[in-house]
């Protein structure tokens, strides 16, 4: 069987069956990063539900295709030169697993949501770059994506974006953009 790439562009991934199913849930992926709102909604199923949004802001605590878009934007609010490689793709029935790079570089303030969706701490900008594996675990029925966990390597992430271990300065810089974190929420 000849082999047909399963993407094109910068990402293409070779497999010897096309699978759409595949296809949807790597696209969902790579489309946190460079997607528009349209992609989105004709990506994501409109039940769909992001287990990680519970350290995200409000809007991305809900469900289906503006729930994800939240998601992106909330990531790249902080994060410019985002991308995930993708190193290994597991696929049985509606279930696709991604062994995944995810890196970037921090130009603006990370902020993590308590379970009230308030601000609850926040990172300011470094200007470092980061690479840290992660595992997707993504569900796909009918050719959109509707649900999705992970498995990240927060604490490498915070290491080379120079979060931990924090500084007096770093600390300092945390509490004001935690406060501005607060006040925007509040205002919103």
Known sequence: MEEQPLLTGRHAIMTHTHSGTREVAVRCIQMM????RTEFDALVH???VNHEGKAEPAAARTRGPAAYWASALWLR??????????HEIVATGDLVVLHTTMSGRQTGPFIVYDDD???AQAF????????????????VVDGLMIEHWANRDDLGQATQLGWVPPTPAFLVRSQLALRRARRATASS
Request: hydrophobic letters at 35%; one cysteine or more; a negative charge.
């Open 33 to 36: 990063a460079d997607g528009d």
């Open 124 to 139: 300011p900008p470094t200007g470092r770059t980061f690479a840290v594996t992660q595992t997707h675990w993504c569900r």
């Open 117 to 119: 969706a308030r601000p």
């Open 46 to 48: 409109p039940d769909a």
């Open 77 to 86: 609010n902080a994060f410019t030169e985002l991308s995930w490689e993708i």
